[in-house]
């Protein structure tokens, strides 16, 4: 079953840290407080000073790149290969780690700077991040990655048995560190 929820969640977070990552880049000249802006943070002053170094404008263009990249992973990870779980799912970790990490940098940062708005806006994007990401890991738990089919264990466990046959017909004729064979014991 596709699962098209975490398809569409994860798309939605790769195509917003992607237009964040450009928007920081190629905002023209405030650039960097255009994206933060884009959060809901309020950047006049001496805080758009800050950020309209270049320095600054590469570092918060550089995080939203890393999350942006990170959902795009996941996002073609879910997309081509749905039966490989275990590697999408910890693909679609660390985005979500990613994301959260920068969310908390940039709260960290605001909060020595004081800058007006920003925990309303940092608090919304976190409960828009946790909620995609129970969101999809209730969509994981309600579609669970189909067992092997019956008939394909049964064949499985058929060629085990015939291996384990096999070698023991063979043990008999091997010579033994005694420089006996096994059927002389």
């Known amino acids: 079953m596709p699962r098209l929820?975490?398809?569409f969640l994860v798309f939605h977070w790769a195509v917003l840290f992607s237009l964040l990552a450009g928007l920081a880049v190629f905002g023209g000249q405030d650039g960097a407080a255009n994206g933060l802006t884009f959060f809901g943070i309020d950047m006049s002053g001496q805080d758009f000073f800050i950020v309209s170094v270049p320095?600054?404008?590469?570092?918060v263009s550089f995080g939203f790149a890393i999350c942006s990249v990170l959902f795009w992973w996941a996002f073609v990870t879910f997309f081509v290969s749905p039966e490989?779980?275990?590697?999408?799912e910890e693909v679609l970790r660390m985005a979500f780690a990613a994301a959260s990490g920068l969310m908390t940098l940039m709260l960290l940062v605001g909060t020595i700077k004081a800058t007006a708005g920003l925990f309303p806006a940092m608090a919304a994007h976190f409960a828009a991040l946790i909620a995609s990401y129970v969101a999809i890991r209730a969509e994981q738990q309600l579609y669970p990655q189909p067992e092997a089919d019956s008939e394909e264990l049964r064949l499985a466990a058929r060629v085990r048995a015939i291996d384990a046959s096999q070698t023991a017909r063979l043990?008999?004729?091997?010579?033994?560190y005694e420089g006996q064979r096994s059927f002389d014991r």
Do not use: E, G, I, P
């Open 84 to 88: 490989n779980r275990a590697a999408s």
């Open 171 to 176: 043990s008999r004729f091997v010579a033994t």
């Open 55 to 59: 320095v600054m404008k590469a570092a």
């Open 5 to 7: 929820l975490t398809l």
